[in-house]
């Protein structure tokens, strides 16, 4: 029998308090899927978000599936086809940027655990509604911020929250100290220029600060 939207919530809630930061992650090389993930899991960051951004993506997440001890998630859901693509390749939950009937749809009947992305009450009501309690606060700098995310913790106090986009070392602890934030999606645990440098004593140590960011 297929996961509640109440059950799979609650396994993304588990995942989103395995670390503060949930690495964003845009990977163009296969080659680079194991070791990127390994130096995260090392850092403390277990739970990685692969983006379906790069033809190598659904490769990636397959390789990333293999390593110990990380959780590997398909970002950037938007269609049905998406979904179905990203749990055959071994995702363990999936992200996405907004939320359609049909993406939730094909979420449950694959029972993949979503993070279904909103930026406003109505759409956090809305999925709340459907029994989502775990959403993603997208594109949180662009859509209000930390301010706005604060302001929507009385009104809506049993929805909790993944801030993404523009989440930065520099506000990251801002957003993990609001009462409805479980953790943020963040880029800068792996920057472009060093998984292209292979540089991943670099990344680990970039991850182990992240990991050790305060929450509330």
């Not at 739970?47 to 190598?56: D, F, K, N, W, Y």
């Amino acid at each position: 029998m297929p996961m509640t939207p109440q059950d799979a919530s609650a396994r993304t809630a588990e995942i989103c308090r395995l670390a503060p930061i949930v690495p964003v992650l845009v990977v163009e090389d296969v080659a680079h899927a194991e070791p990127l993930a390994r130096a995260l899991v090392a850092g403390g960051l277990p739970a990685l978000e692969v983006t379906l951004r790069t033809p190598a993506a659904l490769d990636v997440i397959a390789a990333m599936a293999r390593v110990e001890g990380g959780v590997v998630g398909a970002g950037t859901l938007i269609t049905p086809d998406d979904v179905r693509a990203a749990k055959a390749a071994g995702a363990q939950f999936g992200v996405s940027p907004g939320a359609t009937d049909a993406l939730l749809d094909a979420c449950e009947a694959e029972d993949l655990p979503l993070l279904p992305g909103a930026a406003t009450a109505s759409e956090a009501m809305r999925l709340f509604e459907r029994g989502y309690r775990v959403l993603k606060f997208f594109p949180a700098e662009a859509a209000g911020g930390a301010p706005f995310l604060k302001s929507l913790a009385s009104p809506l106090p049993q929805i909790a929250f993944c801030p993404t986009g523009g989440v930065s070392p520099q506000n990251a602890a801002t957003y993990l100290g609001l009462p409805n934030v479980l953790c943020a999606g963040g880029s800068w645990v792996a920057p472009k220029d060093m998984v292209m440098a292979e540089n991943w004593s670099g990344i680990e140590a970039l991850a182990r600060d992240a990991a050790a960011l305060p929450r509330a």
